[in-house]
């Protein structure tokens, strides 16, 4: 009597596995990849990539980090983003995982 109940046992189980969805690789691979934060370093990144990445900043703001880079020469913290016209606190803290430096 055990034994079928065992038997039942495992047949249940092998049935609730086999009903489970299946996912590729491929189908995990575009899903991390969607999840994925792109990150932008700030002090190579043409304006059209920084606008392009960085929530709130448009392409004029993005020249202004480029032209502000330019000038000064590159950003060695975030904080020094600030600096440029344009981005302030709410901004950088927006995008504060997407930039690198």
């Not at 575009?30 to 190579?44: E, G, L, P, R, S």
């Not at 392409?59 to 480029?66: P, S």
């Not at 904080?79 to 981005?87: A, E, M, P, R, S």
Request: net charge positive; no cysteine; charged share 20%.
């Amino acid at each position: 009597m055990k034994s079928i109940k065992w038997i039942i046992v495992l047949l249940s189980t092998s049935l609730m596995l086999l009903s489970l969805p299946s996912y590729s690789n491929n189908q995990l691979n575009i899903a991390a990849a969607a999840t994925a934060v792109k990150v932008v370093d700030v002090n190579n990144a043409d304006a059209k990539t920084i606008a392009a990445q960085l929530k709130g900043v448009g392409l004029k703001k993005a020249q202004a980090i480029v032209d502000y880079r330019d000038t000064h020469g590159p950003f060695k913290t975030l904080d020094d983003l600030l600096k440029v016209k344009g981005i302030g606190v709410s901004t950088l803290a927006k995008n504060k995982d997407k930039i690198s430096l």
